[in-house]
């Protein structure tokens, strides 16, 4: 199954892409658009570009496990984009994954991005618990 990762930003976010069949998962790109419906309708084109199945959007858990202000925004992202692509929408914890990114990307001044490295980052976890 092909899916597509969104690292959700306010002013930036991560795209990567990856199967679970190979278990990899690799950087596409960052877009640099507000959340809103732009962005809504970036994803879903970039879902179809990439021939996604499914979709995994970052879910920004409190370091006690419980949803914040920010969670609910992930979760009604992903509604409007499921409102328009009608895949599958999973969830995956995003906790310490721009951190994680910024040390993969060291020395590597050029490329998509740090977004799309947490996005990586991001799927790589998802990939491995499903």
Known sequence: MRLLAVDLGDKRTGLATGDTETGSAFPIETLYIARGEALVRAVADAANAHGADAIVIGLPLNMD??????????????????????????????????????TRRRGQPTGPGSDAFAAVVMLEEFLATH
């Open 65 to 102: 496990d419980s949803e914040g202000p920010r969670a609910a925004i992930s979760r009604s992202f992903g509604e409007a984009v499921d409102a328009i692509c009608k895949l599958p929408i999973h969830y995956q914890d995003e906790r310490l994954t721009s951190f994680e990114a910024e």
